[in-house]
């Protein structure tokens, strides 16, 4: 049976959040961003192994961001230049110890507010897929195109697009194969590199609460969020 890890990059600095710590070590809550991702994942029991892949120069990393996980934490020190590489790293170091059809399950360390719930639900709706899949939800707003003066330069129709979260799901050696292959391009996520292969991955609707701290006034949504409960 393929066995399910979790892998969070973690080896940015988040320049949007116009911060002299990364965005992963913000203080949330009294403790670092990254812990609540490192919990999500680490407290699922289907997760066998969940793998942080730090920057090699890394100095705000303390075992306090991670809680007390034991064997089932291991923080990778070979981060690259970009995300696409951070991951492909990482990778490549799970390879050593799992299978290719064993599922990877990437998600940002600057998204805080993945709930038990959610995650559950894209392990049950993408672990019999063959391609695998992504946390998403249906854009809901109204979408303009700008143009260099930051003018509205059309309208774009919202039908059937989504905006992906994570985690995002898919087998070991397709990942891999995927970033692998990009030859120049730099992927804004795993499933648009999956996506070059020619294949469908599968959309599992998130949920809204699900953010990603980009900036300085998302730190404060996500911290509603928590307080509020998320589940």
Request: hydrophobic share 45%; charged share 25%.
């Amino acid at each position: 049976m393929p066995r399910f890890f979790g892998l969070i990059p973690a080896a940015g600095v988040g320049s949007r959040m116009e911060s002299e710590a990364p965005k992963q070590y913000l203080d949330l809550l009294g403790r670092p961003m990254i812990g609540y991702a490192i919990d999500c994942l680490c407290r699922n029991e289907a997760i066998e192994r969940v793998f942080v892949v730090l920057s090699p120069g890394d100095a705000h990393w303390t075992d306090d961001a991670a809680g007390h996980y034991g064997a089932k934490l291991e923080v990778l020190r070979c981060g690259g230049s970009t995300r696409a590489d951070t991951v492909l790293n990482g990778l490549k170091r799970l390879a050593r110890e799992a299978d290719g059809q064993d599922w990877v399950l990437v998600h940002d360390a600057a998204r805080p507010c993945l709930s038990a719930r959610l995650l559950a639900t894209l392990l049950r709706e993408v672990g019999e897929d063959d391609v695998g899949g992504v946390l998403a939800v249906p854009v809901a707003d109204t979408l303009k195109r700008a143009d260099s003066d930051d003018r509205v330069a059309a309208t774009v129709p919202r039908e059937h697009l989504w905006a992906a979260q994570t985690p995002q799901m898919f087998r070991l050696g397709m990942l891999i194969r995927a970033l692998e292959s990009m030859a120049g391009h730099v992927p804004t996520d795993e499933c648009s590199a999956v996506e070059r292969l020619g294949v469908r991955p599968r959309l599992v609707l998130g949920d809204i609460r699900n953010l990603k701290v980009t900036y300085p006034r998302d730190l404060a949504l996500a911290r509603l969020i928590l307080e509020a409960g998320n589940e």
